[in-house]
C-alpha cells in the first residue's frame, strides 16, 4: 500500500472517529444535565457540575402525590397493557407463521399501514368513541387503548421471531398428543424467549413514555401516569424547578432501565430482530 493511500485512510478513520464522537457526546450532554442538575440546589439550563451537592431535589420530589401515586398508575397502566399486547401479539403471529394462505401479506401489509398511522390522527374518534361506551377516565379503556395502538408492530416483531422456530418440534409435539396451544405454549414461546422478551421491552417502553394518550383518555388526578404528571414541573407551579424535574426524570426512567436489564440477563442479552433460533 502507497504512503498516499495509508494517509487517505487515515483522513477518513479519523473523520469516522471524530463524526461518533459528535453524536456521543450530542446524546451524553443531555444525560450529563440530567444526572448533575438532580444533585445541584441552584440548577438551571447550563451543564455544570454542582459546587456543593446536595439530595435536596429528590427529597422534594419523592412524595405519594408528585411520584409515587403516579409511578404506581403507570406500572398498572403500562404492565397490564403490555401483557395484553404480548399475548395478542403470540396469538395473532403464530397462524401467521404456521400456515401458509393468499390473505396473509395482505392482512400484514394493513398492519404495516396500521402502524404508520399518528396517534393524533385518531384520538378525535377515539375519544368520541370513549365517551359512547363510558370508556373515559378508566384504566381499563387506557389499557384497551394502549394495546391497540401497539399490538401492530408487535405482531410484526413476534412473527418475525416465531418464524425462526423449526416447525418440526411442533409437528413432533402434535404427534405425542399435544395441541396448537399447547404447542404454541410449550414449545414456540420458551424458544422464542429472546422475541418475546424484545416485544416485552420495546412494547413497555413506548408505552411508559406515551404523554398524549393518557392526557386524553383519563381526567380523574390521582389515575394520572407519570408520563403525564411531568408536565407539571412546566409552569403548573409557577416556574420551572430544574432540579426537582431533572431528578424526577431519574425516577421515572429508572423502571425502564430495570426492565431492560432484568430481561436481557435473563435471556443472555439476546436482543436480535433475527429469529429466535436457527433451524
Do not use: H
Not at 440548577?43 to 401515586?69: E, G, R, Y
Not at 378525535?124 to 394495546?147: E, K, M, S
Not at 408536565?231 to 430544574?242: A, E, P, S
Amino acid at each position: 500500500m502507497t504512503p498516499r493511500r495509508v494517509r487517505r485512510r487515515t483522513r477518513r478513520r479519523l473523520t469516522a472517529d471524530a463524526s461518533l464522537i459528535l453524536v456521543a457526546l450530542a446524546f451524553a450532554l443531555p444525560l450529563a444535565w440530567v444526572l448533575l442538575s438532580s444533585v445541584d440546589g441552584d440548577a438551571n439550563l447550563k451543564v455544570k457540575v454542582p459546587s456543593a451537592p446536595t439530595l435536596d431535589n429528590f427529597d422534594a420530589v419523592l412524595k405519594p402525590d408528585i411520584t409515587f401515586t403516579p409511578l404506581l398508575n403507570s406500572l398498572v397502566l403500562c404492565g397490564g397493557a403490555t401483557a395484553l399486547t404480548v399475548a395478542c401479539a403470540a396469538l395473532a403471529a403464530y397462524p401467521l407463521s404456521r400456515y401458509r394462505s393468499r390473505l396473509n401479506q395482505p392482512f400484514l401489509a394493513t398492519i404495516l399501514f396500521a402502524t404508520c398511522l399518528p396517534i393524533t390522527a385518531v384520538m378525535v374518534p377515539v375519544y368520541a368513541l370513549f365517551v359512547q361506551v363510558n370508556l373515559i377516565d378508566t384504566r381499563a379503556g387506557t389499557i384497551w387503548f394502549f394495546t391497540a395502538s401497539q399490538l401492530p408492530f408487535a405482531i410484526w416483531l413476534m412473527k418475525n421471531f416465531m418464524d425462526g422456530v423449526p416447525k418440526e418440534l411442533e409437528e413432533a409435539a402434535w404427534t405425542d398428543g399435544a395441541g396448537t396451544f399447547q404447542s404454541l405454549a410449550r414449545i414456540v414461546l420458551p424458544l422464542m424467549g429472546p422475541g418475546v422478551a424484545v416485544v416485552t421491552v420495546f412494547s413497555f417502553a413506548m408505552m411508559w413514555g406515551n404523554f398524549f394518550v393518557p392526557f386524553m383518555l383519563l381526567l380523574s388526578p390521582d389515575q394520572m401516569p407519570a408520563s403525564v404528571s411531568i408536565n407539571d414541573f412546566f409552569g403548573n407551579r409557577g416556574t420551572v424547578v430544574y432540579g426537582q424535574l431533572a431528578a424526577f426524570s431519574i425516577i421515572y426512567s429508572t423502571p425502564v432501565i430495570l426492565l431492560y436489564v432484568l430481561v436481557s440477563r435473563r435471556f443472555g442479552g439476546g436482543f436480535a430482530l433475527g429469529g429466535a433460533v436457527k433451524g
